[in-house]
């Protein structure tokens, strides 16, 4: 039997290329597997970024008190490190001289008055001139201003704590002779403190700006915050800030603000750590903070994020608008909501209704 090998050849090839076509149609069916990819919550609750300052802790105001008159002290507050409350006594001179002078004012006024009564008189009568009456009326009125200086001159040989009033210097003592103006006692207003932190220039916006955002605490030498009577931590609240840089440290003065409490031994002068805990993921006054990671930057013009739909495994593109950026981490200002799933990582290939499979720890990436 004569056997054709050019159509023997010519039937291999043919089974040959309808082989290879069905297994090209077969690769093309088979589905590509879903991205992984990594999900965010928005507005989920994370640990807060903490930092630790140097704090000086000072007093609402320093005041030098002085009597505006001369005198011998005869009164004085004998205690250093003790609270006076507002309007009680510090310090008082011996006042016999200033009384004796307001008695002699208030016996000349006395004169004077009694001189001006009977001329008021005599001028109805025209006994007297226009020019007479009106040098008796000038010397009452003067009489008048000579007792009220002389009043005043009384009080001003006490000294009174002109708020809660830490005694924190007796600069004289006791039967002192002083002058006006002479410095006596030095007090500290404790009604609250200052407490003084140097910050570096990247955290001033958040200090001064963004108040809502973070929380600072004192903290003891062993790391513990300090407690109110109540057993809860003291919380320090923004009170100003210096806009001159220390030239040496690229620092900025922050001065916060810390109530008064009782039973907590904080004094003027002590140095602490100021424990800054940044809140960077819960919702401020203009938005809400998210990985850096999840911003589509591919878009013209226009920032966005992928939604992540849970109940079909699906993305959606949507555009979001952006406040702050800082430390892997950015703001935004609108276009999302609390609650919402968004992709954190993997988003380079992402489409529109595309199916995705959320990253599990605990399986391997393929």
Same mark, same amino acid.
């Given at each position: 039997?004569?056997?054709?090998?050019?159509?023997?050849?010519?039937?291999?090839?043919?089974?040959?290329?309808?082989?290879?076509?069905?297994?090209?149609?077969?690769?093309?069916?088979?589905?590509?597997?879903?991205?992984?990819?990594?999900?965010?919550?928005?507005?989920?609750?994370?640990?807060?970024?903490?930092?630790?300052?140097?704090?000086?802790?000072?007093?609402?105001?320093?005041?030098?008190?002085?009597?505006?008159?001369?005198?011998?002290?005869?009164?004085?507050?004998?205690?250093?490190?003790?609270?006076?409350?507002?309007?009680?006594?510090?310090? $008082?001179?011996?006042?016999?001289?200033?009384?004796?002078?307001?008695?002699?004012?208030?016996?000349?006024?006395?004169?004077?008055?009694?001189?001006?009564?009977?001329?008021?008189?005599?001028?109805?009568?025209?006994?007297?001139?226009?020019?007479?009456?009106?040098?008796?009326?000038?010397?009452?009125?003067?009489?008048?201003?000579?007792?009220?200086?002389?009043?005043?001159?009384?009080?001003?040989?006490?000294?009174? $704590?002109?708020?809660? $009033?830490?005694?924190?210097?007796?600069?004289?003592?006791?039967?002192?002779?002083?002058?006006?103006?002479?410095?006596?006692?030095?007090?500290?207003?404790?009604?609250?403190?200052?407490?003084?932190?140097?910050?570096?220039?990247?955290?001033?916006?958040?200090?001064?700006?963004?108040?809502?955002?973070?929380?600072?605490?004192?903290?003891?030498?062993?790391?513990?915050?300090?407690?109110?009577?109540?057993?809860?931590?003291?919380?320090?609240?923004?009170?100003?800030?210096?806009?001159?840089?220390?030239?040496?440290?690229?620092?900025?003065?922050?001065?916060?603000?810390?109530?008064?409490?009782?039973?907590?031994?904080?004094?003027?002068?002590?140095?602490?750590?100021?424990?800054?805990?940044?809140?960077?993921?819960?919702?401020?006054?203009?938005?809400?903070?998210?990985?850096?990671?999840?911003?589509?930057?591919?878009?013209?013009?226009?920032?966005?994020?992928?939604?992540?739909?849970?109940?079909?495994?699906?993305?959606?593109?949507?555009?979001?608008?952006?406040?702050?950026?800082?430390?892997?981490?950015?703001?935004?200002?609108?276009?999302?909501?609390?609650?919402?799933?968004?992709?954190? $990582?993997?988003?380079?290939?992402?489409?529109?209704?595309?199916?995705?499979?959320?990253?599990?720890?605990?399986?391997?990436?393929?």
């Amino acid at each position: 039997m004569k056997i054709n090998y050019s159509q023997t050849f010519v039937l291999l090839l043919t089974s040959l290329l309808v082989l290879t076509g069905c297994s090209g149609q077969n690769e093309e069916v088979t589905a590509k597997p879903a991205p992984l990819v990594q999900l965010y919550e928005v507005g989920k609750d994370v640990q807060p970024t903490v930092r630790h300052f140097v704090a000086r802790v000072d007093a609402l105001s320093t005041v030098d008190m002085s009597f505006q008159v001369a005198g011998r002290i005869n009164k004085l507050a004998d205690r250093q490190g003790v609270v006076i409350p507002e309007g009680k006594l510090l310090a $008082a001179l011996d006042p016999k001289d200033y009384e004796l002078a307001l008695r002699q004012a208030q016996s000349s006024m006395r004169k004077a008055k009694s001189d001006f009564e009977r001329a008021k008189q005599l001028k109805q009568d025209n006994y007297i001139s226009e020019s007479e009456f009106d040098s008796l009326q000038t010397s009452y009125d003067n009489a008048e201003l000579a007792v009220e200086n002389a009043q005043l001159n009384v009080e001003y040989t006490e000294l009174h $704590a002109p708020f809660d $009033a830490l005694i924190t210097n007796r600069l004289v003592e006791k039967f002192s002779y002083v002058q006006p103006n002479q410095p006596v006692l030095r007090v500290q207003n404790i009604n609250y403190l200052r407490v003084h932190v140097n910050i570096p220039e990247q955290l001033m916006r958040l200090a001064v700006e963004e108040a809502p955002h973070y929380q600072v605490f004192l903290e003891n030498k062993q790391g513990e915050k300090i407690l109110n009577k109540a057993g809860e931590p003291v919380e320090l609240s923004y009170l100003e800030h210096k806009t001159e840089v220390n030239s040496a440290t690229q620092t900025y003065q922050v001065t916060f603000k810390l109530p008064r409490l009782d039973g907590v031994e904080l004094l003027p002068g002590m140095v602490l750590t100021a424990r800054i805990e940044i809140d960077r993921s819960n919702a401020s006054h203009s938005g809400w903070w998210v990985p850096m990671s999840a911003i589509d930057t591919s878009g013209s013009n226009e920032f966005a994020v992928w939604v992540y739909n849970t109940a079909s495994d699906t993305v959606t593109y949507q555009p979001v608008e952006l406040g702050i950026i800082r430390d892997e981490n950015a703001q935004i200002i609108s276009g999302v909501e609390a609650g919402q799933v968004i992709v954190a $990582a993997g988003i380079r290939e992402l489409q529109n209704d595309m199916k995705v499979r959320p990253f599990d720890s605990e399986q391997p990436v393929l």
